[in-house]
């Protein structure tokens, strides 16, 4: 039931625009001012691909979910995903300078306040999952529900975990099995909970939730192999990052284990699986396929 | 009604216990193991006064509470206290290399390890606070005011801005209103949210929260005056934190804006404050009115 002529390109604008203006609506609800804020809305109205809150509507969309409903979760999500980009690129970890053409938090400001800054947005995440307005008290037993496996996938036992990981997995060889077990904490987790928030919140199915997983841990893996194959081939103008920065880092890539065709040919077999998981979605869940079809033809 | 009998010591010693047992439950009920972990491990369950979860236990026993409905709370509260505590340490901020007598995380670890022990903590605590076995609906909406009074304090209305006045303070004088401001969300927000969690989650009527808000609001600042006394003539042996750094650094605190003498007529005046405000309770409370004078008093 796929429709290939679905327009993704004015989906991702559509909604790109309406997760910056909630995001912009919070941050700027307080009567806080000062370098901290500015700080935390560099990083997070920045011009991000938005994928993780997208596909959180996307997923809630799917099952019929309306977005009003997933846009607390979707936010919450991004600020994550923000924290996690300020914390990695600071001199201790990553140590990056430029973050989608723009110099990084810690390069703009100052360390002290990009950590602080990282900080903030992370427990803002939680401020906002638990604000959201309950029509009822289950509702109440439901946004427990999505701050538990949010927390759980962003945290010890999912991306920080996965963010150690990688940082010992530099200048030292790791096999596949360990490259897969480090993205999927990594990058899966979060992307995972992700997919699964939206699911929740538009109350899916068990069944609708398990194959929602499937095609959110396979677009995951999928994801993470496009990143590192555009760090060998990307454009700079367009991903607005360097190349080569793997290679010289000595890291245990996907193209550095099976080559560059094997892993083109490796992501391509982990979307079929995901468009697979999707075959008993109607054709609500079209803009999960285009997603699926897009991580993997992306060029940023 | 204040039993000046009561041992303090003998409750701080059963709470300690009681608390470090908890966060060693917590913390090892994953199969996580690590570095990461280890770091988590490592300034989590070292030797702290724990006076916030105590407060928060302290407060829900003073209304009735029971403390085994509280120790969730608590335990997100510390970790919380115990990442913020990392971070102030780091390179950046602080440049602590002792705490508690020990070296601080990342002079134990490293950077990356400790900026991460420092994200996993605070985003456990929220894990730990949707994690709670619920008895019923109502008991979830509860747990979502909890996650979102202690996010608020935690977070870049509170504790967070709190720490970036903090280090803008450093080499510059601050007025006393100022002060007060900077050290009311830096250590303040956090020591209410810890009597507010216990209070709200004993059932406590609106009239008695207002009033342990009060207790907490005064108690919070009187900590911080003894705090910048101990700074001048603590004993480092006892403190495990060197004396004079605060001159050193130039930062403006209590006793360099109203003087040695003044600061501590002040702590004492804020501390019969506190006392006041719990007036109406009963020797439940007694726990509080010894904590309350052990603020002022501690050597540590």
Known sequence: MTNNDFDLKSYFADKTIIIKNELTKIINGSNVSGQLLRAMEY??????????????????????????????????????????????????????????????????FNE?????????????????????KLQNNTDSVIWLKIIHSISTAAG???MIEGQMRDIASENSQISLLELENLHSLKTGALITASVEA?????????????????????????????????????????????????KARKKSTYPSLLGIVESEHYAKKLIKEALHALALFDNKSDPLRAIALYIIERKR
């Open 43 to 108: 990083s997070l109205l920045s011009e991000g691909k938005r994928i993780r809150p997208i596909l959180c509507i996307a997923a809630a969309e799917s099952v019929g979910g309306k977005q009003s409903d997933i846009l607390p979760a979707a936010c919450a999500i991004e600020m994550i995903h923000a924290y996690s980009l300020i914390h990695d690129d600071l001199p201790a970890i990553d140590n990056d300078l430029l973050r989608r053409g723009k110099p990084t938090c810690h390069a703009a």
């Open 156 to 158: 010890y036992m999912g």
């Open 198 to 246: 939206g699911a929740i919140l538009a109350n899916a199915s068990f069944d609708q939730i398990e194959q929602l997983k499937v095609y959110s841990e396979k677009i995951g893996l999928a994801f993470q192999i496009a990143d590192d194959l555009l760090n060998i081939h990307g454009d700079p103008n367009i991903t607005g990052k360097p190349v080569g920065t793997d």
């Open 112 to 132: 002290a306040t990009a950590i602080l800054a990282g900080d903030a947005l992370l427990t803002l995440a939680f401020q906002v999952l638990s604000s959201v």
